[in-house]
């Protein structure tokens, strides 16, 4: 199993301003996922973080606007750029889901407002 | 998409009742998994079915796989209040990294 410890669990921004998440795990994971939940709807992959290079992102999301890094196999952070109310979402970090366990673990999520 | 499909959205039962939802999706799996969310909250995993399993339990939990109809289902029984939440079905196809999950079906337990 892992331990996801994501932070912040929630705020509240102006637009045109960003937000950086933070996911730290407990254990070293070579891809770490970061997905948005917008409301009442599913999870939708934003971006696979691998450590040592650039993050692959999802039809529909650019690095601009949700720079990410990976400096370690244990750490990771999402940006949400240049804000606007439609960024209001859930942002979830993730690990797992594929070879062994095949089970995801997820942080607690954050709860982004834009206003 | 390869995001699935889940009904109903929504449903409402008695504490005690069974909770019945169904998942569909698109493509070839590798396994299909079933997740809670409380309140929007972080995911938890539940159960995992492979793609060579037909039925599987886990507790209160049933889950059912069907690949010639790319489906599954997860049966609650005897709910309880604290089952009130929303469920997801989540699958891997066969190369990919990543999972995609269904639609989910939120589920209100009334005590």
């Known amino acids: 199993s892992a331990v996801i410890s994501q932070k912040p669990s929630r705020d509240i921004c102006q637009r045109g301003t960003s937000l950086t998440i933070q996911c730290q795990v407990d254990s070293q994971v070579t891809m770490m996922f970061w997905y948005r939940q917008q409301p009442g709807q599913s999870l939708t992959l934003i971006a696979t973080?691998?450590?040592?290079?650039?993050?692959?992102?999802e039809s529909g999301f650019v690095i601009d606007k949700f720079p990410i890094s990976r400096p370690n196999l244990t750490f990771s952070t999402l940006t949400v750029s240049n804000m606007s109310p439609e960024d209001s979402s859930i942002y979830l970090c993730s690990v797992g889901g594929q070879g062994v366990p095949m089970e995801a673990f997820f942080g607690q999520g954050t709860r982004l407002t834009v206003v | 998409s390869q995001q699935g499909e889940e009904d109903p959205q929504a449903l409402s039962i008695q504490e005690g009742e069974n909770a019945t939802m169904n998942c569909s999706y698109k493509?070839?799996?590798?396994?299909l998994q079933w997740y809670r969310q409380n309140s929007g909250r972080g995911l938890v995993h539940l159960i995992l079915i492979r793609s060579n399993e037909r039925e599987k339990h886990s507790g209160r939990l049933r889950v059912t796989l069907d690949t010639s109809k790319k489906s599954s289902s997860l049966l609650i029984t005897a709910s309880r209040a604290a089952d009130t939440a929303s469920y997801f079905c989540a699958t891997r196809s066969t190369g990919a990294n990543n999972l995609f999950f269904g639609t989910g079906t939120r589920l209100t337990v009334i005590p």
């Open positions: 973080a691998n450590q040592g290079s650039e993050a692959t992102y």
């Open positions: 493509t070839s799996i590798n396994n």
